[in-house]
């Protein structure tokens, strides 16, 4: 029982982790309403999937013959299975925001382009040739 009393606290706290330092990285990229619904999203997720696989640990019987130690190697699987879930969720956010960065990049080129089009649309109009002089002709 310690054991997942432990595990979900840890859970809880870089769930709550995840949620707020995400909400600012993403609110970067998006407007502040769509941040924080992704982000939401994102952590109800992870909290899904870490606690699934802190269940299935739960359920493993460790024999160290000390039940102190049976905990920690319990809590040590946790904490790398916890890791490598943070390290994936993060890797998700940067994905997402990426993304976003370069659709709004995309976007902005496609409207300066338009812009100038928009200004230069006489250029494909014929023009008058140019005067040149001849050196050769009187001034």
Request: aromatic fraction near 4%.
């Amino acid at each position: 029982m310690t054991f997942l009393v432990l595990g979900i606290v840890l859970v809880v706290i870089d769930g709550q982790l995840i949620y707020h330092s995400g909400k600012g990285y993403l609110r970067r990229a998006y407007d502040d309403e769509r941040a924080v619904g992704m982000i939401r999203l994102t952590a109800v997720l992870f909290h899904l999937v870490v606690l699934g696989l802190l269940a299935l640990v739960s359920i493993i019987d460790v024999e160290t013959g000390d039940p102190v130690k049976n905990v920690v190697v319990k809590l040590g699987v946790v904490l790398l299975l916890l890791a490598l879930a943070h390290g994936v969720t993060m890797a998700i956010l940067a994905r997402m925001r990426d993304r976003q960065v370069q659709q709004q990049m995309a976007d902005q080129m496609a409207e300066e382009h338009r812009i100038y089009e928009e200004r230069h649309a006489h250029v494909g109009e014929p023009r008058p040739a140019p005067k040149i002089e001849s050196p050769h002709s009187a001034t």
